[in-house]
Structure formats: structure tokens, C-alpha cells
């Protein structure tokens, strides 16, 4: 059984950093791509990144580039994301997902093992 579990979130300030962990079981990271994905309330839900199946290409949203990176940890099995010059408007719940592939959202949706989501809070 696929389990995906995020953890990291948090209330943080304007400016400031945090870092967002996706802990995959069940399924090998060698062969799936896995998404970072964020909602906002009242939004749809929108990729923040995307990493291959084959872990040598990262997608990154304009949005969060140069601001964001994904890494892999070999040992947990796990995604991070670290999130730097956060702003009031990266405020959401925070998704990793798998796929096959590095599709789109909807594919993601339809096709994918998702976390419970984990709660981003940046304050002005």
C-alpha cells in the first residue's frame, strides 16, 4: 500500500524559510515522479514542483523558482521541499503526490497517491 506523509508546515513570517518533508512507503522513488502541490482556500490546486522518474529533472512554477528546491533523502525514503523568501501568498496546504510521470494536476488527481497535506502559514 502506497502511503505518502508530509510534515514541516507552520506559521512563519514574511521572509522567512521552512522546510517540507513527503515520506513515501510502498512504492519506489526510482520509479515514480513525485509533485509538490499547494490550495490555497478558495483556489485550485496548483503544482509547485515536479520531479521525474528518474530523479534527475526538476519542474519548478515561476511562482516559487528560485526560491523554492526539492531534494531527495536516500535513507527516509523522502522528498524535501525547502521553501525560502516565503510570502504572504504561499499560504496553503502543502500536497506530495505520485505519479508515474510528470503530468498535470488532473493527472495527478486521477491517477496518483496523495499525503493528508500539511499547513503553510505566512503572516505579513
Known amino acids: 500500500q502506497v502511503q505518502l506523509v508530509e510534515s514541516g508546515g507552520g506559521l512563519v513570517q514574511f521572509g522567512g524559510s521552512l522546510r517540507l518533508s513527503c515520506e513515501v512507503s510502498g512504492l519506489s522513488l526510482d520509479s515514480n515522479a513525485i509533485g509538490w502541490f499547494r490550495q490555497a482556500p478558495g483556489k485550485e490546486r496548483e503544482m509547485v514542483s515536479c520531479?521525474?522518474?528518474?530523479?534527475?529533472?526538476?519542474f519548478y512554477a515561476d511562482f516559487v523558482k528560485g526560491r523554492f528546491t526539492v531534494s531527495r533523502d536516500n535513507v527516509r525514503n523522502a522528498v524535501d521541499l525547502q521553501m525560502n523568501k516565503l510570502k504572504p501568498e504561499d499560504t496553503a496546504i502543502y500536497y506530495c503526490?505520485?505519479?508515474?510521470?510528470?503530468?498535470?494536476?488532473?493527472?495527478?488527481?486521477?491517477?496518483?497517491?496523495w499525503g493528508q497535506g500539511t499547513q503553510v502559514t505566512v503572516s505579513s
Open positions: 503526490a505520485t505519479d508515474l510521470y510528470c503530468g498535470t494536476v488532473t493527472s495527478f488527481i486521477r491517477l496518483g497517491s
Open positions: 520531479t521525474s522518474n528518474s530523479l534527475d529533472t526538476t
